[in-house]
């Protein structure tokens, strides 16, 4: 798989290293994607509920579940970077409507990588 590595980064002009940083971006990407779009799913299923408990206050779901809620959105976002760091969590206020916006996801950065083979 190294040599491989190395051909398609010689190909593309580019480090091996930056290849893995690409790729890996791309794949942690696509995993918070699927998640975000897993509890979108899970924030309709609640929304009954949601607007009978917590009307236009903000909530936070993860894996399903709402983790947190609060009608101040910053106060909530640094409760849960606290909890849960980078993870990506859907916040979301509760309205009557069911309309939701699009995702918005951050990409994780790699801030340094150091890649050992062996062979």
């Known amino acids: ?3 491989e590595l190395e051909q398609v980064a ?3 002009n580019t480090s091996r290293e ?3 940083n690409k790729a890996v971006s791309q794949f942690l ?3 918070a994607l699927e998640k975000m779009k897993a509890e979108t799913a899970a924030y309709e299923r609640m929304h009954a509920q ?15 579940q ?3 809620h609060d009608s101040d959105l910053v106060a909530l976002r640094k409760r849960i970077r606290q909890r849960f760091g980078r993870m990506p ?10 309309v939701l916006p699009e995702l918005l996801i951050r990409r994780p950065k790699l ?3 150091s890649y050992e083979t062996t062979v």
Do not use: C, F, P
């Not at 949601?50 to 399903?64: D, F, Q, R, S």
């Not at 969590?89 to 509760?94: A, G, K, Y």
């Open 18 to 20: 930056e290849l893995l």
């Open 111 to 113: 801030i340094s990588t």
């Open 50 to 64: 949601l607007i009978t408990e917590h009307l236009g206050e903000h909530v936070a779901i993860h894996n399903g």
């Open 10 to 12: 010689a190909a593309q």
């Open 89 to 98: 969590i859907l916040l979301r206020e509760v309205t009557l409507e069911r």
């Open 1 to 3: 798989m190294v040599e």
């Open 66 to 68: 709402m983790v947190d």
């Open 29 to 31: 990407y696509k995993v």
